[in-house]
């Protein structure tokens, strides 16, 4: 079995999760959130292993600096923690392990990428993006966790940074990343994964707003669902 076919069926069965999400358009439930680092673990766990186990020769090649780029991001999840349904737990830990061995096994065993592939435009603007999200998500989350005190259990407006404009600005953030990350690995998978996180978070953010709209007669009405001043 050529080492592409796990990576063609596991990109497309991600874009097949990222459809069926929009299919079934579940909201998001709310004020049943735990902070858990368990879902994200895999992600980190599974391709930092299989980079651990590649010879030092490989480490400083484009592959691999894109792999790290990957852990980054999850890392700061695990470091910071974060919100996450309690029923949806273990259904997170699966697909974050099925996630990171995707992206880890293409990285690692399959992409090839030329030494100049650090001066592409597909590379540098993908990693601005990738740091640009980032920073919008890491902020709005930092804006997000000011609206409660420690035992408070009330809702309150996100205010300031993107949350100005819309109701997802820490959704918004995460799907900046991943759209960076699939440029600048110009790869299947990482594609296949910006789709799901499009889809998946898109809706979340839109079940957001409307949960908003909902509960403050005073949210403001021009702020958006998920992308300023169109949705």
Request: with cysteine; proline share 7%; glycine share 10%.
């Amino acid at each position: 079995v050529p080492v592409e076919s796990p990576v063609l069926a596991g990109s497309a069965t991600l874009a097949a999760l990222g459809a069926l999400v929009l299919c079934l358009a579940e909201p998001a439930g709310y004020g049943k959130y735990t902070e858990s680092r368990m879902p994200e673990l895999p992600s980190f766990a599974v391709p930092a292993g299989i980079l651990a186990g590649q010879p030092r020769s490989l480490f400083g090649q484009p592959a691999t600096v894109l792999l790290g780029l990957f852990l980054t991001f999850v890392y700061s999840l695990l470091t910071r923690g974060r919100p996450f349904p309690v029923v949806f737990l273990f259904r997170g830990f699966v697909f974050c392990m099925g996630n990171g061995l995707l992206q880890g096994y293409y990285l690692v065993y399959c992409a090839e990428y030329p030494a100049e592939w650090y001066t592409d435009i597909r590379f540098s603007l993908g990693v601005f993006l990738f740091i640009l999200g980032m920073g919008i998500n890491i902020h709005s989350d930092y804006i997000l966790r000011q609206l409660r005190k420690p035992g408070e259990i009330i809702y309150r407006i996100p205010q300031g940074g993107l949350f100005t404009y819309v109701s997802g600005a820490n959704f918004l953030g995460e799907i900046i990343e991943w759209i960076g990350y699939a440029l600048a690995t110009w790869s299947l998978p990482a594609l296949a994964f910006a789709f799901f996180s499009l889809c998946f978070l898109g809706l979340r953010a839109f079940h957001h707003h409307r949960f908003y709209l909902k509960m403050f007669e005073d949210y403001p009405k021009s702020r958006k669902a998920l992308i300023p001043v169109i949705f």
